[in-house]
T-cell receptor, first 112, second 114 residues
Framework: NAGVTQTPKFRVLKTGQSMTLLCAQD?????MYWYRQDPGMGLRLIHY???????AKGEVPDGYNVSRLKKQNFLLGLESAAPSQTSVYFC???????????FGPGTRLTVT | QQQVKQSPQSLIVQKGGISIINCAYE??????FPWYQQFPGKGPALLIA?????SEKKEGRFTISFNKSAKQFSLHIMDSQPGDSATYFC?????????????FGQGTELSVKP
């Protein structure tokens, strides 16, 4: 039981490049979330999903897109990376909105 | 109104002392207040959580105190240990609304000196 896994762990992008971050969970959770963590700002929600095939915007959705084609996977895409997107990205999942969110180990992204 | 304000930003405590971290919120619709603990290089993990219908919740050395009228809640770590050194985040959400989204505080970096 791996819990929540994220791929890749580290990535360096040049401005304007695109990439996809993959989150996978093996707990059969319905809800999945993408957060970014920046120094002094806590974690901020980018997008979330309440079930397979659904997505919704969080606090800071601009510049990101997401997809939830399979229940166990939640993808975060950056179409044209900007230096302001340099951050640590965390994925989380929960069985239901009333339950604990389990976080993955994070992806450290640097955009130069 | 969606913000959660956390203080202090950093905290140094001697082993055996009490660590206290405070959070304040504005939105009275919040109905779930968890605290997360994060070690370097790891994702946050739920430590303890409280609903607004109780004023205090204790789990081992960790206690949440909740003041609904003041819209404040705090984490107390009794008998602090070096292994408690981590970053702590308070959060708030409206469980039955908006998909259980968590609004996090800015974080407190706790260092417990031996």
């Amino acid at each position: 039981n791996a819990g929540v896994t994220q791929t890749p762990k580290f990535r360096v992008l040049k401005t304007g490049q695109s990439m996809t971050l993959l989150c996978a969970q093996d707990m059969n959770h319905e809800y999945m979330y993408w957060y970014r963590q920046d120094p002094g700002m806590g974690l901020r929600l980018i997008h979330y999903s309440v079930g397979e095939g659904t997505t919704a915007k969080g606090e800071v959705p601009d510049g990101y897109n997401v997809s939830r084609l399979k229940k166990q996977n939640f993808l975060l895409g950056l179409e044209s990376a900007a230096p302001s997107q340099t951050s640590v990205y965390f994925c989380a999942s929960s069985y239901d909105r009333r339950y604990e969110q389990y976080f993955g180990p994070g992806t450290r992204l640097t955009v130069t | 109104q969606q913000q959660v304000k956390q203080s202090p930003q950093s905290l140094i405590v001697q082993k055996g002392g009490i660590s206290i971290i405070n959070c304040a919120y504005e939105n009275t619709a919040f109905d779930y207040f968890p605290w997360y603990q994060q070690f370097p290089g790891k994702g946050p993990a739920l430590l303890i959580a409280i609903r607004p219908d109780v004023s205090e919740k204790k789990e081992g050395r960790f206690t949440i105190s909740f003041n609904k009228s003041a819209k404040q809640f705090s984490l107390h770590i009794m008998d602090s240990q070096p292994g408690d050194s981590a970053t702590y985040f308070c959060a708030a959400s409206m469980i039955y609304n908006q998909g259980g989204k968590l609004i996090f505080g800015q974080g407190t970096e706790l260092s417990v000196k031996p």
